[in-house]
């Protein structure tokens, strides 16, 4: 009778502590990938009007601004089928805040080898941060189809 009552225990706990430390285990990741590599959930920055781009900052002058040594803020319009600027040029070790904007349908912007994947929505600014240590050349790609030459939107980032 005794032997039974402990199987039941054993068998409870079997059940118990997985379904503790699986929510352990997906915290620890949430909270390794934010703070020790960096991932973040981009976040909404605010809204734009789409057509009134070339009059309202920072989407005036969209390109690179270098705020402090090591800290840029890139300021950058898609829109079928290019993104402005190209090309970005930063120094290795910098950190980069992009705010992106959609003159016209929903694009998507994906930096190879970084964080960097956001949507870039008409109507919205999307802000997303990211640090480039590794000198090199970084692919910029439209990850949202958005019509026919949806195949050639890209762009470039230069860390030198
Ligand atoms: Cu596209």
């Known amino acids: 009778m005794g032997n039974n009552?402990?199987?039941?225990?054993?068998?409870?706990?079997?059940?118990?502590l997985p379904s503790?430390?699986?929510?352990?285990?997906?915290?620890?990741?949430?909270?390794?990938?934010?703070?020790?590599?960096?991932i973040r959930v981009p976040d909404v920055a605010g809204r734009v009007d789409p057509k009134a781009l070339s009059r309202t900052p920072p989407f005036d002058q969209p390109?690179?601004?270098?705020?402090?040594p090591g800290r840029y803020e890139v300021a950058m319009i898609a829109q079928v089928f290019a993104f402005t600027p190209g090309e970005i040029r930063v120094k290795a070790g910098s950190e980069v805040t992009f705010e992106m904007t959609s003159r016209d349908v929903i694009?998507?912007?994906?930096?190879?080898?970084?964080?960097?994947?956001?949507m870039v929505v008409p109507g919205q600014i999307s802000r997303v941060t990211a640090k480039f240590d590794k000198p090199g050349e970084y692919l910029i790609l439209c990850h949202e189809y958005c019509g026919s030459g949806h195949h050639v939107m890209a762009g470039r980032l230069i860390v030198e």
């Open 63 to 68: 390109g690179v601004k270098e705020l402090a």
């Open 107 to 118: 694009h998507g912007v994906k930096i190879s080898n970084s964080p960097v994947n956001v």
């Open 20 to 38: 503790v430390a699986v929510p352990v285990a997906i915290l620890v990741a949430i909270t390794l990938t934010a703070f020790a590599v960096g």
């Open 5 to 16: 009552k402990f199987m039941h225990y054993a068998f409870e706990l079997a059940w118990i």
